[in-house]
C-alpha cells in the first residue's frame, strides 16, 4: 500500500511545464558539489528570454546559464512529487514555472534528502532551495543541523505543523499533548521533527519517535499500522486526508500548528539573485498567477500578500 505522497527517485530525466520547469538527474545527498546532469535550458543561455520583464535583475552567470538549479526533496505532495507519470509536480513546480516565465530563465529541480540541501546550496550545487523549507533564525544563521553555513530566504507561502491519523482516529488525538505513550512519525531535519523533540520534553510517557528520511515513509508507516500518528505540514495532512484512498485512509486531527513562512533559500553571499527571486514572487503575486497556483492545490489557506525575505523567526 502507497499513499498519494510518492517516494523519491534517483536517474530520473524529464521536463515539467513548458513554463520553464525541469528536472535533473541528482541522486543522495546533493552536497559533493556535482551540478547534476544537463537538460534542455542549461549551458550558452539556454532558454533565457531577455525580454521577460525581470530579466535583467538576474546575475549575470544566471543569465548566461538560462537555467536556475532548484535543489528540492520531491516527495512531499502537494509542496512538490512525482506524479503517477513520474514528472514533477506540485505547488513548489507550478510556482517556480510562474517564476520562470517573468524572469526569462528555466527553474530546473534536482532531487535530494532535505536534509543536506542548504549544505548542497553552500556547496554551490544548488543556486536556490525551493522545497517546503519552513524559514526560521536558526536556518538563516546556519545554527540548524540542516542548515550548515546559514541562507538567506525569500518567503512566499505560510504553514503550520499537523498530525495525520489513521481515519476514524482511534487514539482520540487533538493536539501535541495526546502524542505522549505513541509512536509518532516525523521526517528527518524538518520543523515537525523539532516539534516532535520539543513535545517529548513534556511527556511522562515518552513518545516513540520514528524519524525518516522521506515524508512518504512516515505516512506509509501510519498506513500500515507501525506509527499512531504523522506529524507533517498542513498542506501535506490536508492532502493526505483529501486524497489518500480516496479520502478514506487518513484525517488530520487538531489544528494547525505554529504556522510560519515558507522561505526559497539563496546563498547569503547571493543578494543579486535573492532580491531577483523576491521581486519575482511579488509580481506573480500582483499579476494573479500566485493564487491560480495555489487555488489549484486548494492551498489557498497559505498565501500570503508580500514577497519578505527573512521573516522566519
Request: hydrophobic content about 40%.
Amino acid at each position: 500500500m502507497t499513499s498519494l505522497t510518492r517516494r523519491s527517485r534517483c536517474t530520473v530525466l524529464g521536463a515539467f511545464a513548458a513554463a520553464g520547469v525541469l528536472l535533473l538527474s541528482a541522486c543522495g545527498d546533493q552536497t559533493d558539489g556535482d551540478n547534476g546532469s544537463g537538460g534542455s535550458g542549461s549551458g550558452n543561455g539556454g532558454g533565457a528570454n531577455a525580454e521577460a520583464p525581470l530579466y535583467d535583475l538576474l546575475p549575470e552567470a544566471i543569465q548566461e546559464a538560462g537555467v536556475i538549479k532548484v535543489g528540492s526533496n520531491i516527495d512531499y505532495a502537494p509542496i512538490e512529487f512525482f506524479d503517477d507519470n513520474d514528472e514533477i509536480a506540485g505547488i513548489d513546480p507550478d510556482i517556480a514555472a510562474a517564476l520562470g516565465e517573468v524572469l526569462g530563465v528555466e527553474f530546473a529541480f534536482s532531487d535530494g534528502t532535505f536534509d543536506g540541501l542548504v549544505l548542497g546550496l553552500n556547496n554551490g550545487r544548488h543556486d536556490i532551495v525551493m522545497s517546503a523549507m519552513t524559514d526560521t533564525k536558526d536556518r538563516q544563521n546556519g545554527i540548524s543541523e540542516d542548515a550548515e553555513g546559514g541562507a538567506d530566504f525569500v518567503n512566499y507561502f505560510q504553514a503550520g505543523s499537523a498530525i495525520l491519523v489513521a481515519k476514524g482516529n482511534p487514539e482520540g488525538i487533538n493536539g501535541v499533548a495526546d502524542l505522549c505513550g505513541l509512536t509518532v512519525a516525523a521526517q528527518r531535519g524538518t520543523a515537525n521533527e523539532y516539534l516532535l523533540d520539543a513535545q517529548q520534553e513534556e511527556c511522562d510517557e515518552p513518545i516513540s519517535p520514528m524519524i525518516n528520511e522521506t515524508d512518504s515513509n512516515s505516512i506509509t508507516a501510519l498506513q500500515s499500522g507501525r506509527a499512531q500518528a504523522v506529524i507533517t505540514d498542513f498542506p501535506v495532512a490536508l492532502y493526505n486526508e483529501l486524497n489518500a484512498g480516496g479520502g478514506d485512509l487518513f484525517e488530520v486531527a487538531g489544528e494547525q500548528i505554529d504556522a510560519a513562512p515558507y522561505g526559497i533559500a539563496v546563498k547569503k553571499d547571493n543578494t543579486e539573485l535573492r532580491d531577483a527571486i523576491q521581486a519575482a514572487v511579488q509580481e506573480i503575486i500582483d499579476n494573479g498567477t500566485y493564487d491560480e497556483v495555489l487555488a489549484k492545490w486548494s492551498a489557498e489557506t497559505g498565501a500570503v500578500d508580500e514577497a519578505t525575505i527573512n521573516a522566519g523567526e
